[in-house]
């Protein structure tokens, strides 16, 4: 079974770093596009940060500058580190991967999320 597997959630100060991870493990022949999303309590999920297989990127207009996206293809897994975090970024966070399995089926996975509450 091909999934995905989220960590590094947790408290932070206003102002602190944290880093997420998102492990894509099972029969996997190839990894496209990985991305973060996030939802507030109480609000829709919304567009964090992507990265392509290339190595391209893209964000979300309210974390740029403060947030980086990269990814290990070795290990298939991607990162999201957060800087200067503010309490708006209080949310669960989702990894997301469009996945080729062993196969050849085309898969767009999702992880369970993690929770960052950013918070004095």
């Known amino acids: 079974q091909v999934q995905l597997v989220e960590s590094g959630g947790g408290l932070v100060q206003p102002g602190g770093s944290l880093r997420l991870s998102c492990a894509a493990s099972?029969?996997?022949?190839?990894?496209?596009?990985m991305g973060w999303y996030r939802q507030p309590l109480g609000k829709e999920r919304e567009f964090v940060a992507a990265i392509t297989s290339g190595s391209n990127t893209d964000y979300a207009d309210s974390v740029k500058g403060r947030f980086t996206i990269s990814r290990d293809n070795a290990k298939n897994t991607v990162y999201l580190q957060m800087n200067s975090l503010k309490p708006e970024d209080t949310a669960v966070y989702y990894c997301?991967?469009?996945?080729?399995?062993?196969?050849?089926?085309?898969?767009?996975?999702w992880g369970q999320g993690t929770l960052l509450t950013v918070s004095s």
């Open positions: 099972g029969r996997i022949y190839s990894i496209n596009t």
């Open positions: 997301n991967a469009a996945v080729t399995t062993a196969v050849f089926s085309h898969l767009e996975l």
